[in-house]
């Protein structure tokens, strides 16, 4: 779980670096950093629902969803 998630979180960041001039893609609503960064964490979140097979504790779970809702307030916030 947490390479995969690594690894959609470090292609997010290397588009947005390349893109880090650009105020305006950087904070846009739909494909900003914040929300690609929550969509991630989302998916990852209905991927561990679906698949009864992954071992996650209560605390890596939480601790996911914590990370989706804080790109969440960011998002809003922006």
């Known amino acids: ?5 690594y690894t959609s979180c470090a292609e997010v960041l290397s588009v947005c670096q390349a ?7 950087l904070l846009d609503p739909e494909t ?3 929300p690609r960064l929550r969509h991630i964490c989302n ?3 209905l991927e ?3 698949d ?8 890596e779970l939480d601790a996911l969803k914590m990370e989706s809702d804080t ?5 809003a916030l922006m």
Not at 19 to 25: I, S, Y
Not at 71 to 75: F, H, N, Y
């Open 1 to 5: 779980m947490a390479e995969n998630l």
């Open 32 to 34: 900003g950093f914040a």
């Open 43 to 45: 998916q990852q979140l």
């Open 71 to 75: 790109w969440a307030l960011l998002q």
């Open 52 to 59: 009864a097979t992954t071992e996650i504790s209560v605390q």
């Open 48 to 50: 561990l629902a679906d």
């Open 19 to 25: 893109n880090k001039d650009n105020l305006e893609a």
